[in-house]
Each structure stands twice: as structure tokens, then as C-alpha cells.
């Protein structure tokens, strides 16, 4: 009688950041040798997993997944393991997990406090990472409440027994955490008004940041901390609720069409975040953002005005309007007069947060690979505090205010006309359409290539900004007959858009990237950089060099990768400066496809590869002191000037 095949270990689900490394282990046992064959289910689709046929299942998570693991016997028998789910979180602040995580839960949302009325739904919602996945229970006063076992606490009409403290525990075998501890009031409630949602008093119909940092200038000293601190801002944002575009190194052309479609987005009741690092200036009231092709010496006409941009927020009715300027505020002209600053609209929404005050530096801190300025240092110690948002920036001015290398040399600025306590923790009650493409680029699977000698090659997409991506490659298996094996990615002959995606990019990105990624070893990786200036595919190589066992002859086989235009490089397309809809634009798959596989002779390739190294200091800003006045212009309408620019060419350097 043959002996059933019997599961010992199942696998387990599990909750992890993006780029975490795991294992998923099955283990079964049958009087005969066993089979394993893993299957994933993303959507509706489920799939076998190329070359996934060992007991365990080495994952680097890169989206929630499904899994399961079928045990095959010589008779032909086959049992399935239980499907797990590997929930992947995209957002994480960095320093959340421990520098030694072991899988114990660890908290990344808090429920809220509520004013409920009588009759109405009660939600709360936490969430926790954890290996294994944690569970949850709920508590009212510190009492267990039986029913409530999920990330979500869901009442369907709250009594007035329901007010009280509660919280949440999260658990697994290594430990268990518990969430802040939230009052809720259930009672009657007047007719609600305009700025109340549910049981919170303010809440947005939708949250969008554009973030831009400039570092490597044409005609001015290059920088070091904006492209760190944009990244770290992206991911912060992101964790509040923001749909976040954040760009590298952008001239006035690209400045202003990424500024024009930011507008065309914001509508009634949304929260709208500028935030620029980089090169600046200030004259007569008006700040200036300095492009990477502005030339010598500063002009207004050359550069882009903040106050213009918050004008054309403004006329969009958002309920928050924060502007951010990570940036110097020197005068020009050391001779020119106290800058009159226009008061703010009064509209009641908006809030200005300057890193500096007038006339003065904003600095920056080096630190080996990352440089961070003062300014992010302590903004993102705050930003995601529960309060508002004047408030939050006033903990951020007193924290820099405190810090001894700046004394006295740079004091943070806040100007507001805000009415309501708003903070950027507040939740989001979509109305109409919404922005649901901002911030959404390249969304790439990893994928498993195989060349015609039988080597499997994986292929994974990491977006460290929205217009810088790294493609890595590694092999998976190699067949028994080749040997001394060496893969490539690089640019085919004809070498379409190298020209443009060679760009010089900062050091920092590469260490960023192994930062979010928590990289393991590459056979190679490929940077590409400034891909709001490619308005066609990007045609990638992948080269395998080896040798024949059996002849010694050297070989190499060539696979050509198509990577489809990112909505980011659509952004700043010609047709889209003619649509005022952005949420109507056509937008490609973000899909890659196998073209022209065929094998080459070997021969030398050009190399990408990831160079880990120091990032150099270098000097901050420091205007010019030529004694010529900047004359003040009028600065036409945002989107005709952005049309014009347009006009002459993607990416063109203006004059």
C-alpha cells in the first residue's frame, strides 16, 4: 500500500518592506523521493515558478504575491501546500526596521482618533511587518475584543458604549508590538460641513507632491545633499498617503513642464506639496529656483519664480498648499534693499516652509556616501507627526535652532495664511477623478530570461526616482556543458538614446540604491538616468559570454531587451503639452519584451557597472556677486511658457 504523501512544514506567510530577502520552506514526507514545483498568484493569474523546484523558495519581495508549493511523488501523486500571501509594503521610513531585524512584528500605521456620530461606521486600521505575518487583536479599554482579529476594525453602526481607548497588538512567534493607543468619541453630531469625512474633521479629496532636487549644475558648483533628500522625502510622503513624483537634476524646459502637469492635477480639496532642493536666490521678495542650465550670473528670466507657482496653486481651490524651499536665500545684489515679501492670498492654505531666512545659506552636512541638508535632518524627524502642519515645521524650526553648527548661521522661515489644522496626516476621501497616475512610472516585474544554451538569467527593476532607474541582472542556473561565464548589460550598436541616458548622475544614487534594495550581489547592474528626456523605447542588450566545454571555443549569446517609454518621459512628451487631461493620457505598460535573440561571436562590450564609491564634498551655493542688477520680469502665463519650451525640443537647454 503506498504511503500518502505527508506535509511536514508548511510555508508560512510573511509582511516585509520591498527589497527584503527571505525564505519560503516546504517540507513533505513519502516512501518514495519527492518532487517540488512552486506557483505564484499575482491579480487572477497564477503561474509556475521557472526553476523553482527545490524545497525552499528564495524571494526578494518586490509586490504582494501568493504562493504555494505542489509535492509530487514517483506514482504520480501530488499534494499542494496551504497558499500563503507575502504581503510587500513599498513605503517604509528608513531606521523603522531594527539594523538586526529577526522578524519580530514592527509596527508601520497607527490607528487615529475619531469623532463618530451615532449610527455610522467605525473603522480603525493598523498594519505591521513581521516573519512570520503577524495577528492582530483589537482592545477597548483593555479588554479583548473577541471578534476584531484584523488589521482593520470595522463597526458597522457605533453605539455610544463603543467611545473609549483602543489599541492593537500584533504578534508572532518572535514577539508581539503594540500600536499607539487612540480615543474615540461615539455621540450625536451636528449636520456635517464642508472639510469633515467620516469621523475626522479634516480630511483631502486627493494628495500629490512634486519633489525636484538639482545637483550637477553647467555653470554653478554642484551639490550634494538634494539628491538624498528628495529621496528620503519621496519616501516619507508615500507613507502619508502621497502620490509622489520626485526628479533629479531637471533644466528650466523640464522644470517647468513637470511644474505645468503638477498643476493640471491639483483640483478642490487636495493637498499639494512643492518641495525643491538645490541652488536659489532671493530678490526683492520674489525666490528664484536656479535650473542645472541656468547660466552666469543668476537673471530671473533664466530662472524659475516660487511665488508664480504658489499663484497658480492657489487658483486651483486645494485645501493645503505647502511649499518647501530647500535652498539658499541670498541677495543677489548685496546692495539692494530689506525684501518686501507680497502677502500671501487670503485664501487660508497655505503654508511656506524656507530652510533659511533672508540673505542667508542653507547648509548641508556630509556624511562619507550620503550628505543630507539641515533643513531634511530634521524635517523628517517630524513630517509624519499628527498634528498641524504649521505646528509640525515650528518642532523642525526649534530643532534646527538648537543645532550647534548651525547657530547663527541658518534659521528656518515659516510664512502661513493657514486657518484650519490641517496636517499631512490627515486621510484622503477621493471626489471625482483622481490622480491616479501621478507618481506611477516604470512599474516593472523581475523577470527570468533564458538564451539558447539553456542559462537563466534574472532580471530585476529598481526606481531609485522617477527618472532614474537601475536594471540588474544575475544568474539563476547555469547548464552543465559551459563554463567561465560572463554577463553584460549594455547599449546595442546602434546605441539608441545613449547619448541621453549616459548623463553624469550623482554617486549617491548608486548608494541609495543598495540602501533601499538591501543589494545582494549583482552579476551586473545598469543605470539609467534622466528619463524624462526619452520620448521613444529604450532598447537595453544583455550579453553572455562563456566558454564551450566540450570545443573551448568562447562564445557569447546576446539578448535585446525593449524597456517601453516611462510615464515619466510620456510627462514630458510633445503631445502631452497640448492635453490640458492628464488623467486621460494613454500611458504604455510598463512591460519588457524579448526581441532579436540571437548568438554573436564573442567580442568586447561596453560594461555598466555599479561602482560603490565615496560621494566628494563640494562647496554649497554661493550666487555671484556681480554688481549688475537682475532685472525683474513679468514671467508669462506657466503652461505657455511651458508650451514654448516645448516647442524646441525635450530636454533643449534653454538660453
Request: glycine letters at 6%; a neutral charge; proline letters at 5%.
Amino acid at each position: 500500500m503506498q504511503k500518502a504523501i505527508v506535509i511536514t512544514e508548511q510555508p508560512v506567510s510573511v509582511s516585509v518592506p520591498v527589497g527584503y530577502s527571505f525564505t519560503l520552506r516546504c517540507r513533505a514526507e513519502a516512501c518514495t523521493s519527492l518532487q517540488y514545483q512552486w506557483f505564484c498568484q499575482h491579480q487572477s493569474a497564477c503561474c509556475q515558478i521557472p526553476g523553482a523546484t527545490e524545497q525552499d523558495l528564495l524571494i526578494t519581495a518586490q509586490q504582494t504575491q501568493l504562493y504555494t508549493c505542489r509535492i509530487n511523488d514517483l506514482h504520480k501523486n501530488a499534494v499542494f501546500s496551504n497558499w500563503v500571501k507575502v504581503e510587500v509594503h513599498q513605503c517604509v521610513a528608513r531606521g523603522l526596521l531594527p539594523q538586526l531585524w529577526r522578524g519580530e512584528p514592527v509596527i508601520i500605521l497607527n490607528p487615529a482618533e475619531q469623532k463618530v456620530e451615532v449610527g455610522k461606521p467605525l473603522q480603525l486600521r493598523c498594519a505591521a511587518m513581521g516573519v512570520p505575518a503577524p495577528n492582530y487583536q483589537w482592545y477597548r479599554n483593555g479588554n479583548v475584543l473577541e471578534h476584531q482579529k484584523r488589521k482593520k476594525l470595522w463597526i458597522n453602526h457605533a453605539k455610544v458604549s463603543d467611545s473609549g481607548t483602543y489599541l492593537c497588538c500584533a504578534s508572532n512567534s518572535h514577539g508581539e508590538h503594540w500600536t499607539n493607543a487612540v480615543d474615540i468619541h461615539v455621540g450625536e453630531q451636528s449636520q456635517p460641513t464642508p472639510g469633515t469625512c467620516r469621523s475626522e474633521k479634516f480630511f483631502a479629496t486627493d494628495k500629490i507632491a512634486l519633489l525636484v532636487g538639482n545637483n550637477h549644475y553647467q555653470h554653478h558648483p554642484n551639490l550634494m545633499a538634494p539628491v538624498t533628500d528628495v529621496f528620503e522625502l519621496s519616501l516619507l510622503l508615500k507613507q502619508l498617503g502621497f502620490q509622489v513624483v520626485s526628479l533629479l537634476d531637471l533644466n528650466k524646459a523640464e522644470m517647468m513642464t513637470a511644474v505645468s502637469r503638477f498643476l493640471q492635477l491639483l483640483g478642490k480639496g487636495v493637498y499639494a506639496i512643492f518641495y525643491y532642493a538645490g541652488h536659489g536666490y532671493e530678490h526683492l521678495g520674489r525666490n528664484y529656483m536656479v535650473p542645472i542650465d541656468a547660466p552666469q550670473p543668476y537673471a530671473p528670466e533664466n530662472c524659475i519664480s516660487v511665488q508664480r507657482i504658489l499663484q497658480k496653486m492657489q487658483q486651483r481651490q486645494t485645501a493645503l498648499n505647502l511649499i518647501l524651499l530647500d535652498t539658499c536665500r541670498k541677495w543677489y545684489n548685496p546692495e539692494c534693499p530689506l525684501s518686501q515679501v507680497q502677502p500671501l492670498e487670503p485664501w487660508g492654505n497655505t503654508v511656506y516652509g524656507y530652510a533659511t531666512s533672508e540673505d542667508a545659506e542653507a547648509y548641508e552636512l556630509q556624511d562619507g556616501e550620503f550628505s543630507s541638508g539641515i533643513f531634511m535632518k530634521y524635517l523628517k524627524k517630524h513630517i509624519l507627526q499628527e498634528k498641524k502642519v504649521t505646528h509640525m515645521l515650528e518642532d523642525v524650526l526649534e530643532d534646527i535652532g538648537r543645532d550647534p553648527l548651525v547657530t547663527g548661521k541658518q534659521v528656518m522661515e515659516i510664512k502661513h495664511t493657514l486657518k484650519e489644522a490641517r496636517a499631512l496626516t490627515d486621510p484622503v476621501c477621493p471626489s471625482g477623478a483622481a490622480a491616479a497616475r501621478w507618481g506611477r512610472s516604470y512599474e516593472l516585474l523581475s523577470e527570468i530570461v533564458t538564451f539558447p544554451c539553456g542559462a537563466r538569467v534574472e532580471l530585476r527593476f529598481h526606481q531609485v526616482f522617477s527618472n532614474v532607474i537601475y536594471v540588474c541582472a544575475k544568474l539563476q542556473a547555469l547548464p552543465a556543458h559551459i563554463a567561465d561565464v560572463r554577463l553584460l548589460l549594455c547599449w546595442p550598436t546602434e546605441r539608441q538614446g545613449a547619448d541621453i541616458l549616459k548623463d553624469s548622475c550623482p554617486n549617491q544614487v548608486e548608494s541609495l540604491l543598495a540602501s533601499v534594495c538591501k543589494q545582494e550581489e549583482q552579476d551586473c547592474v545598469f543605470q539609467l538616468n534622466g528619463l524624462q528626456k526619452i520620448q521613444m523605447d529604450v532598447l537595453l542588450q544583455l550579453d553572455l559570454h562563456y566558454t564551450q566545454l566540450s570545443t573551448k571555443q568562447r562564445t557569447c549569446e546576446s539578448l535585446q531587451k525593449i524597456l517601453q517609454k516611462s510615464l515619466v518621459a510620456q510627462l514630458f512628451s510633445h503631445r502631452n503639452s497640448a492635453q490640458p487631461n492628464y488623467q486621460q493620457t494613454p500611458v504604455s505598460a510598463g512591460s519588457l519584451c524579448l526581441r532579436n535573440m540571437s548568438t554573436l561571436s564573442a567580442g568586447p562590450k561596453a560594461q555598466a557597472s555599479l561602482r560603490m564609491g565615496s560621494g566628494h564634498s563640494l562647496p554649497s551655493s554661493n550666487p555671484s556677486n556681480s554688481c549688475s542688477e537682475p532685472e525683474e520680469n513679468d514671467e508669462s502665463n506657466l503652461s505657455e511658457l511651458c508650451s514654448a519650451l516645448l516647442r524646441a525640443g525635450p530636454g533643449q537647454d534653454c538660453p
